[in-house]
């Protein structure tokens, strides 16, 4: 088993920045890859970011490309979104998934945070 915490989220204006964080806690939480996913409201959960193991392979999806940045620390089991230039359409809660195998786009992750709001006011 596997239980992520992620924090955070605020409230900020568009252009500023927020980072969030994922601790991970519970069996091979270093050797996951490390997924981050988002839900507007009204609207279906969406593929973010993603990050393998080790960090050398990292997927972000093209809406927040150049201004996102994931990272990760496996000594304090913790996964990083760092984001920048933030937009209203931003808002969203965020999620941080965890998997056994490669990362990916796809929502296949075993694991799931509850979340973290973020809200971005123009």
């Known amino acids: 088993q596997v239980q992520l915490v992620e924090s955070g989220g605020g409230l900020v204006q568009a252009g500023g920045s927020l980072k969030l964080s994922c601790t991970a806690s519970g069996e091979h939480v270093n050797k996951r890859a490390m997924g981050w996913f988002r839900q507007a409201s009204g609207k279906e959960r969406e593929f973010v970011s993603a990050i393998d193991w080790i960090g050398r392979s990292i997927l972000y999806a093209d809406s927040v490309k150049g201004r996102f940045t994931i990272s990760r620390d496996n000594a304090k089991n913790t996964v990083y979104l760092q984001m920048n230039n933030l937009k209203p359409e931003d808002t969203a809660v965020y999620y941080c998934?965890?998997?056994?195998?490669?990362?990916?786009?796809?929502?296949?992750?075993?694991?799931w945070g509850q979340g973290t709001q973020v809200t971005v006011s123009s």
């Open positions: 998934a965890a998997r056994e195998a490669t990362i990916t786009r796809d929502s296949n992750y075993a694991y």
